[in-house]
């Protein structure tokens, strides 16, 4: 089994910052691509930003709303994925999902896709 755990949500101002943390812990062989979504209310999951790995280039994608205000890192020594979100609207108000695409222990011969159980994002004031 592998857990994701999110963390850093909360109440932020407009134009405020906030630091999201997801930590993936368990039977964990391998961490391949991992990202970031968010589910505004009422609408649907969305993209917010991916990181590959170092070995495949540790390109990072955004979704054009974010860009240029959020930043996705990775620390692989930690199992940690990170989003720091800079210069919030209220239309970045929504739960945020950490997503991680790891190879677990129990069987190294397939990827998975593992989800946390996200964290709240307010932008209001």
């Known amino acids: 089994q592998v857990q994701v755990v999110e963390s850093g949500g909360g109440l932020v101002q407009p134009g405020g910052s906030l630091r999201l943390s997801c930590v993936a812990s368990?039977?964990?062989?391998?961490?391949?691509?991992v990202g970031w979504y968010r589910q505004p209310p009422g609408k649907q999951r969305e993209l917010v930003a991916t990181i590959a790995t170092i070995t495949s280039g540790g390109n990072s994608n955004y979704a054009d709303s974010v860009k240029g205000r959020f930043t996705i890192s990775r620390d692989n020594a930690k199992n940690t994925v990170y989003l720091q979100m800079n210069s919030l609207k209220p239309e970045d108000t929504a739960v945020y999902y950490c997503?991680?695409?790891?190879?677990?222990?129990?069987?190294?011969?397939?990827?998975?896709?593992?989800w946390g159980q996200g964290t709240q994002v307010t932008v209001s004031s």
């Open positions: 997503n991680i695409k790891a190879v677990s222990e129990r069987d190294i011969r397939y990827e998975y896709d593992y």
């Open positions: 368990g039977d964990i062989f391998s961490i391949n691509d």
